[in-house]
């Protein structure tokens, strides 16, 4: 059964903290992703990682980082917390083996509060 | 660009009735159309796909979606609501034609199913 798990479903931190948010897939899938989720906008693209190493910005990476040093685990830091990035942050991985219909498998979701 | 557009933000059933959650799709390439489910407090999981095999696509739970080019619709539709079915759905396009994973989400469709 294809798992991505991700590190806390629950986070309250105070503005201006250092926050790491960790995802792990165990489906050696190449591609990571990190989206926020805010009601009435859907999902948002902040950091896109198609291998080791390897990562692009999505729509909204002002205030994020990444790091991906080993396939499983993609994390998304954020360097300085403010209260605009209370949200709920959810990772997303995927094989990249020759289709455009694969399809995205998604962990549950850490719902950041910056207090 | 590609886009897609969830006509309805909120939408609510009485059990027993049918579902239609409508999305609009608007793409430069053949596009890659999906339909995501996120029950309260889970992860995003995959309804069904439009892989241009066929234009009525059936996914899991009894939904179902048809493509439809010269509407550039995608909606979807279940024949009698289950009080399970109660959640938020997701219209999903491929960013680019497939050439990468990247999706643009729908902004989400709160399913509420009544009694």
């Known amino acids: 059964d294809v798992k991505v798990t991700q590190s806390s479903r629950y986070l309250v931190k105070r503005t201006g903290e250092k926050v790491f948010l960790e995802c792990v897939q165990d489906m050696d899938h190449e591609n990571m992703f990190w989206y926020r989720q805010d009601p009435g906008l859907g999902l948002r693209l902040i950091y896109f990682?198609?291998?080791?190493?390897?990562?692009e910005k999505g729509d909204i990476p002002e205030g994020y980082s990444v790091s991906r040093e080993k396939k499983e685990r993609f994390s998304l830091i954020l360097e300085s917390a403010s209260t605009n990035q209370t949200s709920m942050y959810l990772c997303?991985?995927?094989?990249?083996?020759?289709?455009?219909?694969?399809?995205?498998?998604f962990g549950p979701g850490t719902r950041l509060t910056v207090l | 660009a590609q886009s897609v557009t969830q006509l309805d933000s909120h939408v609510s059933v009485s059990e027993g009735t049918p579902v239609l959650l409508r999305c609009n799709y608007s793409s430069s390439y053949s596009p890659s159309l999906f339909w995501y489910v996120q029950h309260p407090n889970k992860g995003l999981q995959l309804l069904l796909k439009?892989?241009?095999?066929?234009?009525l696509v059936k996914g899991i739970n009894g939904f179902e979606a048809e493509f439809k080019k010269s509407e550039t619709s995608f909606h979807l539709t279940k024949p009698s609501a289950h009080m399970s079915d109660a959640a938020e759905y997701f219209c999903?396009?491929?960013?680019?034609?497939?050439?990468?994973?990247?999706?643009?989400f729908g902004t989400g469709t709160l399913l509420a199913v009544q009694p």
């Open positions: 999903v396009v491929n960013r680019d034609g497939g050439a990468t994973n990247k999706l643009i």
């Open positions: 439009y892989t241009s095999a066929a234009t």
């Open positions: 990682s198609y291998d080791v190493k390897m990562k």
């Open positions: 997303a991985s995927i094989t990249f083996r020759m289709s455009s219909y694969n399809e995205q498998f």
